[in-house]
């Protein structure tokens, strides 16, 4: 059986989330048709977890020593939020090693993660993004040209970061410098976007060479102003509706961007792209390459409603690079 390793932890904000999702990967991965493994890293600290042990990895040949033998990595499902698994780099070190893996390249991983860049190049594509601004630290601004430019209310985010961590909704002029040295603390370049008032929708997209899956739409209605870091992940903060109930029109507009949007980014693997649909127009906020796995987060609960099991899901996922 091939060696399977699931990758969660990382270097961002989003750690603790991320060792969350790779354990629901973890326990759904089919035992019997492999040899899982579950490995936690931050930094240069790389080891698998088995029980209550841990094996430190030799990254040299991506491997670990057990029990004297040298178990080597088949393939790797990286479900690691932020840096490093959803900017490219861990991408990057397994093309290098030549180890297949689940999910998008280390062009379209760091190309994503880049809210801005990201947004400026699906915009010059015909999707509509909302009007921003980006800062980078050091830079001086006007707070008044900043609201000249996006408007009040607005939202200031970190441009590389995930989960809400760093968000503001901003209502006066007067708030914003706060605001942006809040998201100034999660990463060196802040967004701030105007606020689009509407009704919130993500979608789940999934193609292979024999699979081609547009998840049902979920409607998002936080309980908070927004939908924040709580609201993610605390079930009592939030009403999911999946599918969501809106005109069948409108679902197949959704549905159809996500999947124009999957292929123009050359995306590979399950992921989730967030909108906001005002008067019957759409907006992305962002494409999530590495979507929330924990047994809240949408994509499993998208992939229940079609009936399907994440470990079947998973295993055609897994067995589309493995061949």
Not at 172 to 199: H, N, Q, R, Y
Not at 258 to 267: G, M
Not at 285 to 312: C, Q, Y
């Amino acid at each position: 059986m091939k060696n399977v390793v699931v990758i969660a932890g990382g270097n961002s904000s989003e750690h603790d989330v991320s060792l969350q999702s790779g354990d629901y990967v973890y326990s759904e991965l089919d035992g019997t048709r492999y040899n899982k493994y579950l490995m936690h890293m931050r930094g240069r600290d790389w080891h698998v977890v088995l029980g209550d042990e841990t094996f430190p990895v030799d990254r040299n040949d991506f491997s670990f020593m057990r029990n004297g033998e040298k178990v080597v990595f088949d393939f790797v499902y990286p479900i690691i939020h932020g840096n490093p698994g959803e900017n490219g780099m861990l991408q990057g070190y397994l093309e290098m090693m030549g180890v297949p893996y689940a999910g998008c390249s280390t062009l379209c991983t760091a190309l994503t993660f880049d809210k801005h860049t990201c947004n400026t190049y699906l915009a010059a594509c015909g999707v509509n993004v909302a009007r921003s601004v980006m800062i980078t630290r050091g830079m001086s601004f006007s707070a008044g040209e900043i609201v000249g430019e996006v408007g009040l209310p607005c939202f200031v985010k970190p441009n590389a970061d995930g989960s809400s961590f760093g968000v503001s909704k901003v209502k006066t002029e007067g708030e914003l410098p706060a605001a942006i040295e809040k998201a100034f603390g999660c990463c060196d370049a802040v967004l701030v976007e105007s606020f689009i008032d509407g009704m919130e929708l993500t979608c789940g997209v999934c193609k292979t060479r024999n699979m081609d899956v547009v998840l049902p739409i979920a409607k998002v209605i936080p309980k908070n102003e927004f939908f924040d870091f709580e609201a993610k992940y605390d079930p009592s903060m939030s009403e999911e509706l999946i599918p969501a109930p809106i005109p069948d029109e409108l679902t197949g507009r959704v549905k159809k961007l996500s999947s124009a949007i999957y292929d123009i980014l050359r995306c590979e693997g399950i992921v989730r792209i967030d909108y906001i649909v005002r008067d019957g127009e759409i907006f992305l906020l962002e494409v999530n390459t590495a979507p929330g796995m924990t047994s809240n987060s949408f994509i499993p609960k998208m992939i229940h409603a079609i009936g399907w099991s994440v470990r079947d899901f998973l295993t055609r996922v897994i067995e589309d690079k493995l061949k």
